[in-house]
């Protein structure tokens, strides 16, 4: 079965500038969660989705958005772009999403804001 | 909030060693996973972990939980080059019921 796809694989993007990047979790996960990776502070909770409804958010600014759509792909969305905003994100799927049942991770989107 | 640590946080070890990476956490788990990652790619999942005492394996690889629930270790007999990359602990914690992660042990292995 397929795994969770995630594009673009690579995004430079400018300084205001805005960025979206695209989930899709596996066949049959309702639950999307997206994590932004720095080498300074690791793994770090973005938002949750489930059922097309935000289940839970993370202490991201307002400029970190996202949806999930009715075949539960999930966008996130970054507007006003800054240097900081620079890593690696990933989006995970779930069955459930409440911590019993697995996690599968994409291959991330490698964003570099110049 | 809970809080995970691991140790050590980089490993370098001789092709055919054994090695063990711990997770610590500041409160009770309730579920523990261990992935892998390669640098700048995704997670990879290796192992959950869900009562005390639980032990797992796959391959070369050893995960268990301690009885109280507190501590994990991974645990990789024979080591080899594949093994290198950075493996990280995760466990369902955060304040919004989110996975949260420790900050990872980079493995290299020298053939």
């Known amino acids: 079965k397929a795994g969770v796809t995630q594009t673009p694989r690579y995004l430079i993007k400018t300084r205001g500038q805005q960025v979206t990047l695209s989930c899709s979790p596996i066949?049959?996960?309702?639950?999307v969660s997206w994590y932004q990776q720095t080498p300074g502070q690791g793994l770090q909770f973005l938002f949750e989705?489930?059922?097309?409804?935000?289940?839970n958010k993370g202490n991201f600014p307002g400029r970190f958005s996202g949806r999930q759509f009715s075949n539960s792909r999930s966008e996130m969305n970054v507007s006003t772009l800054e240097l900081g905003d620079s890593a690696l994100y990933l989006c995970?799927?779930?069955?459930?999403?409440?911590?019993?049942?697995?996690?599968?991770f994409g291959s991330g989107t490698r964003l570099t804001v110049v | 909030s809970q809080e995970l640590e691991q140790s050590p946080q980089s490993l370098i070890v001789q092709e055919g060693k054994n090695l063990t990476i711990n997770c610590t956490s500041s409160?009770?788990?309730?579920?523990l996973y261990w992935y892998k990652q390669k640098y700048g790619e995704g997670l990879i999942f290796l192992m959950m972990?869900?009562?005390?005492?639980e032990e797992k394996s796959h391959e070369k690889i050893t995960a268990k939980l301690d009885e109280k629930k507190q501590q994990s270790s991974l645990h990789i007999t024979a080591s080899q080059p594949s093994h290198a990359g950075i493996y990280l602990c995760g466990a369902p914690g955060g304040s919004q019921g989110n996975l949260i992660f420790g900050k990872g042990t980079k493995l290299s292995v020298k053939p």
């Open positions: 995970a799927s779930s069955l459930g999403g409440t911590g019993s049942y697995g996690y599968t």
């Open positions: 989705y489930f059922s097309e409804t935000q289940r």
């Open positions: 066949s049959g996960h309702r639950s």
């Open positions: 972990l869900q009562k005390g005492g």
């Open positions: 409160k009770t788990l309730y579920g």
